[in-house]
C-alpha cells in the first residue's frame, strides 16, 4: 500500500526567503506521480506541481520546484522568495500507475512572516 | 467553465438523519474522488469511481455510498449520520487514472452531525 509522509506539522519562513516542505513516500511500484497542493484559508484545494517517477529533471513551476530524490523516496516542494500568499497547508500526494486513486499526507502549515 | 460543483456548501445534520452530497462535472473527466478531510488533517479517500457503473471502496467507507450512473455525476450518500462523520467532503475529478493526471477540486461541502 502506498504511504505519504509530510514530517513537518508547521513551518515559518521570512517573507522573500526560500523554503522546503519535506514529503516522502512509499511504493513498490516503479511508475507513479507526486503531486503538491496548496490549500489556502478558503479551503479550496490548488494544484501547485507534478513530478513523475521517470523524469529525469526535477519539475519547476516558477517559484515552486520539487527537489526528487528517488532512492530515497523524497519529493521535497521547494518555494523561492516567499510571498505573504504563500501561507497555507500544502500537501503531498501520490498516485501509483497500478491504482486507480490518489492519497495524500497529513500536509504542512505554512506561515510566511512579513 | 464550472469544474466540478458541489452541493450543498454547508449542512448541519442531526444523529441518525441521512443526507446526500452532490458533485457534477463538466470537463467529461472518467475519473471522480469523494474525500473527506478532518479538521487540520490530510484528506482520505472515502471512494473513487472510474466511470459509469463503476464505484470501488477508498480508506475510509463505512458509513457511506455512492453510485455513478452517468458520467458528469458522482452523488455521496450518508446513512445514519454519526458525530465522526462531521468533516469537510471535497469532491474530485480527472481525467484519466494515469500518474499524470492531477485531481480538479470542487469548494467542498461543510457537514456538521449534531
Known amino acids: 500500500a502506498q504511504k505519504i509522509t509530510q514530517t513537518q506539522p508547521g513551518m515559518f519562513v521570512q517573507e522573500k526567503e526560500a523554503v522546503t516542505l519535506d514529503c516522502t513516500y512509499d511504493t513498490s511500484d516503479p511508475s507513479y506521480g507526486l503531486f503538491w497542493y496548496k490549500q489556502p484559508s478558503s479551503g479550496e484545494m490548488i494544484f501547485l506541481i507534478y513530478q513523475g517517477s521517470y523524469d529525469q529533471q526535477n519539475a519547476t513551476e516558477g517559484r515552486y520546484s520539487l527537489n526528487f530524490q528517488k532512492a530515497r523516496k523524497s519529493a521535497n516542494l521547494v518555494i523561492s522568495a516567499s510571498q505573504l500568499g504563500d501561507s497555507a497547508m500544502y500537501f503531498c500526494?501520490?498516485?501509483?500507475?497500478?491504482?486507480?486513486?490518489?492519497?495524500f499526507g497529513a500536509g504542512t502549515r505554512l506561515t510566511v512572516k512579513p | 467553465n464550472a469544474g466540478v460543483t458541489q452541493t450543498p456548501k454547508f449542512r448541519i445534520l442531526k444523529i441518525g438523519q441521512s443526507m446526500t452530497l452532490q458533485c457534477t462535472q463538466d470537463m467529461n473527466h472518467n475519473y471522480m474522488y469523494w474525500y473527506r478531510q478532518d479538521p487540520g488533517m490530510g484528506l482520505k479517500l472515502i471512494y473513487y469511481s472510474v466511470g459509469a457503473g463503476i464505484t470501488d471502496k477508498g480508506e475510509v467507507p463505512n458509513g457511506y455510498n455512492v453510485s455513478r450512473s452517468t458520467t458528469e455525476d458522482f452523488p455521496l450518500r450518508l446513512e445514519l449520520a454519526a458525530p465522526s462523520q462531521t468533516s469537510v467532503y471535497f469532491c474530485?475529478?480527472?481525467?484519466?487514472?494515469?500518474?499524470?493526471?492531477?485531481?480538479?477540486f470542487g469548494e467542498g461541502s461543510r457537514l456538521t452531525v449534531l
Open positions: 474530485a475529478s480527472s481525467r484519466q487514472g494515469q500518474i499524470t493526471g492531477e485531481l480538479f
Open positions: 500526494a501520490m498516485r501509483e500507475n497500478n491504482n486507480n486513486d490518489m492519497r
